[in-house]
């Protein structure tokens, strides 16, 4: 397994303005994603981070909005950018690890914009 | 498009009694995975089925893949508080990423 760590844990924001979110692993690790889960919701993939490229994102997200770096192979950052209260929500990073199915989650990130 | 449903979506039941939760997809598959969450945490990996066939056990929780049904069961037996949580599967489709069910709250009372 990997351990995750995310940065902030919570942060309340003012409409308009961009928040940061970073994601550290302890090792090196294939592939990163970023998922959003808003309240009471399952968890929906917003992008892949993928190293020394742009992200690869999902339908109904876009780079303006979502700007996501990985400089390398065990960090990421994701900024959720001209935030509205719609953008409250828990955002997640998580990882799979080389010869690996399976995905580990950090503990997440819980963003509320007022 | 691949598509995860999860049934119940709300499932509440007494300590000692036994309910299975279960996980239909849509397309075809042999990687389901089944996670916890607890209220305000993360997500906790509890299973990861490969193939057609598998069953995995942890204390209370059993979970099976029938990849020919679209199918996964995780059973619960004699069910305790500490089981109380959201329960997720998730999809790994050929090609695509991870495609997670819409959570089965579980509240188990005394």
């Known amino acids: 397994s990997a351990v995750i760590s995310q940065k902030p844990s919570r942060d309340i924001c003012q409409r308009g303005t961009s928040l940061t979110i970073q994601c550290q692993v302890d090792s090196q690790v294939t592939m990163m994603f970023w998922y959003r889960q808003q309240p009471g919701q399952s968890l929906t993939l917003i992008a892949t981070a993928n190293q020394g490229s742009e992200a690869t994102y999902e339908s109904g997200f876009v780079i303006d909005k979502f700007p996501i770096s990985r400089p390398n192979l065990t960090f990421s950052t994701l900024t959720v950018s001209n935030m509205s209260p719609e953008d409250s929500s828990i955002y997640l990073c998580s990882v799979r690890t080389s010869g690996s199915f399976e995905q580990f989650f950090g503990p997440g990130t819980r963003l509320t914009v007022l | 498009e691949l598509k995860v449903e999860q049934n119940p979506l709300f499932l509440s039941m007494q300590e000692g009694k036994n309910y299975t939760i279960y996980c239909n997809y849509s397309?075809?598959?042999?990687?389901l995975y089944w996670y916890r969450q607890d209220p305000g945490k993360s997500l906790e990996s509890l299973f990861v089925?490969?193939?057609?066939?598998a069953v995995k056990q942890e204390g209370r929780l059993m979970a099976s893949l029938d990849t020919k049904a679209r199918l996964s069961t995780l059973h619960i037996t004699a069910a305790v508080h500490d089981l109380s949580a959201t329960y997720f599967c998730a999809v790994d489709g050929y090609g695509q990423n991870f495609v997670f069910g819409p959570g089965t709250r579980l509240s188990v009372l005394p």
């Open positions: 089925l490969l193939s057609n066939g």
């Open positions: 397309t075809t598959s042999d990687r």
